[in-house]
């Protein structure tokens, strides 16, 4: 009696196939040439981005210490003398 082969595994296409060559032939540079302009215009974007988070939290920071600098300008003299006091 014959041993049994296995089946054959079935072929499973790529998921993320390579894409079609461009049809006309100096298409190519141009999409290259336009794909690192958008890359160039992404990465300026991002840096962009950061620099604005880095003010943003530099404001965030100098309003709170204007919000501390404000609520002790507010104390009453004597108050604030008598904890001057207390620190010595």
Do not use: C, Y
């Amino acid at each position: 009696m014959e041993a049994r082969r296995p089946a054959p595994a079935p072929v499973v296409p790529p998921r993320n196939p390579e894409p079609p060559p461009p049809r006309e032939p100096g298409l190519g540079p141009a999409l290259a040439q336009g794909l690192a302009r958008v890359e160039e215009r992404l990465n300026a974007s991002e840096r962009r981005e950061m620099d604005l988070q880095i003010r943003v939290d530099d404001l965030r920071t100098e309003r709170d210490q204007l919000g501390f600098d404000l609520a002790e300008a507010r104390k009453p003299l004597l108050l604030r003398l008598l904890e001057a006091l207390r620190r010595r």
